[in-house]
């Protein structure tokens, strides 16, 4: 198949080459939407996987907002101290996925985490180092999580109109 392929590239009959151009941009397009699925919904259900987690009563010691190179968007900075099993912790995680977020976002997530406060931690039982002040999937991870069907049949869409075509075109 692929020595076929790479002939038809090479061809000096335009139709043919326009016709493997168009094979390669369809698979392309399925095998990225495949691979790229795969990512999100992994990572999607690592943030479910956070909600199962032990929690425990931590101390946040520190809330930063920096500004993100996105327009409008700043990340949310924290840290905390927590004791599991009698040995001290400090974490910094806020969410699974932490990215930038909109300025009204970050205005609730100040007000939810106030610097000298207590608040849940939720840890991994098998390396407490690793801890969330807000476990589970949010509203960006099942947006996300939405996407990969359209993806998917973007990519299945085009190898089928490339199909269509291919058996169209006079041999």
Same mark, same amino acid.
């Given at each position: 198949?692929s ?15 326009v016709?493997?151009? @168009? ?15 795969r990512?999100?919904?992994? &990572? ?13 009563t ?11 190179? /996105?327009?409008? /968007? ?10 599991? &099993? ?8 806020? @969410? /699974? @996925?932490?990215?930038?977020?909109l ?13 000298g ?20 999937? &949010?509203?960006? &991870? ?8 359209g ?16 058996? @169209?075109?006079?041999a």
């Amino acid at each position: 198949m692929s020595i076929r392929f790479a002939t038809a590239l090479l061809s000096n009959d335009r139709s043919t080459r326009v016709q493997a151009v @168009r094979v390669f941009v369809a698979v392309s397009c399925f095998l990225g939407a495949f691979f790229a699925g795969r990512m999100v919904l992994a &990572d999607f259900n690592a943030a479910r996987a956070t909600s199962a987690w032990p929690t425990t009563t931590g101390m946040v010691t520190r809330v930063a907002v920096e500004p993100s190179d /996105k327009i409008g /968007k700043s990340f949310v900075r924290v840290a905390y101290d927590f004791t599991v &099993d009698g040995q001290s912790y400090t974490g910094a995680g806020l @969410r /699974k @996925r932490e990215g930038p977020w909109l300025q009204q976002r970050v205005d609730e997530l100040m007000a939810e985490v106030p610097v000298g406060q207590p608040h849940a931690v939720s840890y991994n039982p098998a390396n407490p180092n690793e801890s969330l002040l807000l476990p589970g999937a &949010d509203f960006q &991870d099942y947006v996300q999580l939405a996407v990969i069907p359209g993806l998917a049949g973007f990519g299945i869409g085009l190898v089928v109109w490339v199909i269509r075509l291919h058996r @169209r075109s006079p041999a």
